[in-house]
């Protein structure tokens, strides 16, 4: 399944995005998926991840209470509603479509990723 993000963009520090992820069919239906994001010399980390049907979720302790996963499935879309934004939120982000809502497995497929800035 192809993703594609979008969103990103430059935020002052307490500011608010909401970053989209597109899939290119109704496969993405059958789908887990997890946002990640990846900062210059630094790992990448999951943030967020939601079931196939929406009904579970996770976020990293870094983000909780901050962000929102959310998913569509007429749109074939997931979302991540970041609020309260912080500079160590600067990153790129990417959405990755997950055989099952394991966190800590390896995603089928990526998307290219949106960057995210946070800074005055």
């Known amino acids: 399944v192809q993703l594609v993000e979008s969103g990103g963009g430059l935020v002052q520090p307490g500011g608010s995005l909401r970053l989209s992820c597109a899939a290119s069919?109704?496969?993405?239906?059958?789908?887990?998926v997890g946002w990640y994001r990846q900062a210059p010399g630094k790992e990448r980390e999951v943030v967020a991840a939601?079931?196939?049907?929406?009904?579970?979720?996770y976020y990293a302790d870094a983000v909780k209470g901050r962000f929102t996963i959310s998913r569509d499935h007429a749109k074939y879309s997931v979302y991540l509603q970041m609020n309260s934004l912080i500079s160590e939120d600067t990153s790129f982000y990417y959405c990755?479509?997950?055989?099952?809502?394991?966190?800590?497995?390896?995603?089928?497929?990526w998307g290219r990723g949106t960057h995210v800035i946070v800074s005055s």
């Open positions: 069919g109704r496969a993405f239906s059958s789908y887990a």
């Open positions: 939601i079931s196939r049907s929406g009904d579970k979720t």
């Open positions: 990755a479509a997950l055989a099952h809502f394991r966190v800590g497995d390896p995603p089928d497929s």
